[in-house]
């Protein structure tokens, strides 16, 4: 199937489809006439599962350690589940991240009356917070 197609089946845009070629992800066969890439279901499959993986927000580079264990039926779980648990361990660090920002904003935008004055706590707050 051409590209647009392996689009539309796998449920990601063409422009990911193409990118996902041109890192090699996926290795469709390439018309040497036409330049045009064609993709079987097994090249579907892996649009597929590496959408699902970046839904996940798995980086590039682990989709590729993942795409290889999913095409090795020998693959030991525990490379699976190692990658994982590290996904989840940096999910983890940026949900308390994400928290302690909210806290802070929470509390800067407490302190601000949002009223008609130009003073405002958030944005001094936004001024002179350290990163």
């Known amino acids: 199937m051409k590209i647009s197609q392996a689009a539309l089946a796998s449920g990601l845009s063409v422009k990911t489809v193409r990118y996902y070629a041109n890192i090699k992800l996926v290795c469709p066969t390439i018309d040497r006439v036409t330049g045009y890439r064609y993709y079987d279901k097994t090249d ?18 682990d989709c590729r350690e993942l795409l290889a264990l999913y095409e090795d039926q020998e693959r030991p779980s525990r490379e699976v589940k190692r990658i994982a648990m590290n996904k989840i361990a940096d999910i983890d ?20 009356d949002g009223d008609d004055r130009p ?13």
Do not use: M
């Open 44 to 61: 579907v499959a892996k649009l597929k599962f590496v959408g699902t993986a970046r839904a996940f927000d798995f980086s590039i580079d």
């Open 93 to 112: 660090h940026r949900l308390s991240a994400l928290q302690t920002l909210r806290s802070e904003l929470s509390l800067l935008a407490v302190a601000c």
């Open 119 to 131: 003073n405002c706590p958030i944005i001094e707050g936004l001024a002179s917070r350290q990163r």
